[in-house]
């Protein structure tokens, strides 16, 4: 999936948001980053949590980001403008352009629900990971969502097209055993929930109550009057305080044996 500078623009905002500063602090504690750590992000983004690696491991410490999205890199390039040790480059998961076992950690944060097949991009992993390298993976499964509804049928139809918006909605079940196929040795395998009980700005959610009706709208005969009264139904409830959202991200930790 590419990003337009205006979808750069909202996902750049929606990173400030409390659910995903828990998430990137859930992150960087299982990476457990060291002085001097050479680390490359896959799926940089806006770049909020390169800028975070690149402070941890400081300027002795090389750290990469690639992204296929130019409009994001943008915005990480002048987020990491005064960080001479951060490196962006334009590329994707599938063809990193980084040297064998030239990094000690990898991070990806919902970078694979994009992926068409997991067994290359993990193999890419491995393969810039020096031995005894980790990886660090988070991702969704959207089966794990539970969104409150007055018309829960419509929800479901709602959701079941949503989904067709990755290549994958369900792909972090796919890791134990894709990991495990590229040669990683799975450490930890951890929830990191987001539950939220208002749509509001400033809320994870709130990204998705704008951009799940525009993006339903027309597909499986979905007509803009069910747009219009679905979108109507979640602001009720959330004016009511009956506001409900919850979803799983799911956080694997993975080493590349010695």
């Known amino acids: 999936m590419q990003f337009d500078a205006q979808q750069s623009a909202r996902v750049d ?16 504690e299982a990476l457990a980053l060291l002085p001097n750590e050479a680390v490359l992000d ?27 999205s130019a409009p994001m890199l943008e915005i990480a ?5 005064d960080l001479p040790w951060v490196q962006l480059h334009e590329a994707d998961a599938q063809h990193i ?21 997991l067994d290359p991009v993990l193999a890419e992993l491995y393969r810039v990971l020096r031995p005894g390298g980790r990886s660090v993976i988070v991702d969704t499964d959207w089966d794990s969502v539970v969104w409150h509804s007055s018309d829960a049928a419509r929800m479901q139809r709602f959701l ?26 799975i450490e930890l395998a951890t929830a990191i929930p987001i539950v939220e ?27 803009e009057s069910d747009v219009q009264a679905w979108s109507k139904d979640q602001h009720e409830l959330n004016a009511s305080g009956a506001y409900f959202f919850s979803l799983n991200r799911f956080l694997f930790l993975a080493r590349k044996p010695e």
């Not at 390039?77 to 403008?81: G, H, I, M, S």
């Not at 097209?161 to 040795?185: C, E, M, N, S």
């Open 13 to 28: 905002k929606n990173y400030a948001n409390p659910a995903i500063v828990e998430q990137r602090r859930r992150t960087l």
């Open 42 to 68: 896959v799926g940089c983004g806006p770049g909020y949590l390169t800028r975070d690696i690149a402070q941890l491991v400081g300027p002795n410490g090389p750290v990469h980001g690639i992204d296929i």
């Open 77 to 81: 390039r002048k987020r990491c403008a």
């Open 97 to 117: 352009p980084l040297a064998d076992a030239s990094m000690d950690a990898t991070v990806s944060v919902q970078v694979y629900l994009f992926a068409p097949d």
């Open 160 to 185: 079941s097209i949503w989904k067709r918006r990755y290549t994958d909605a369900r792909v972090a079940r796919q890791f134990p055993g894709a990991l495990r196929r590229a040669g990683f040795a």
């Open 197 to 223: 009980l208002s749509g509001n700005e400033g809320s994870y959610s709130a990204g998705t109550l704008k951009e799940l009706p525009r993006f339903v709208a027309g597909k499986g005969g979905i007509g």
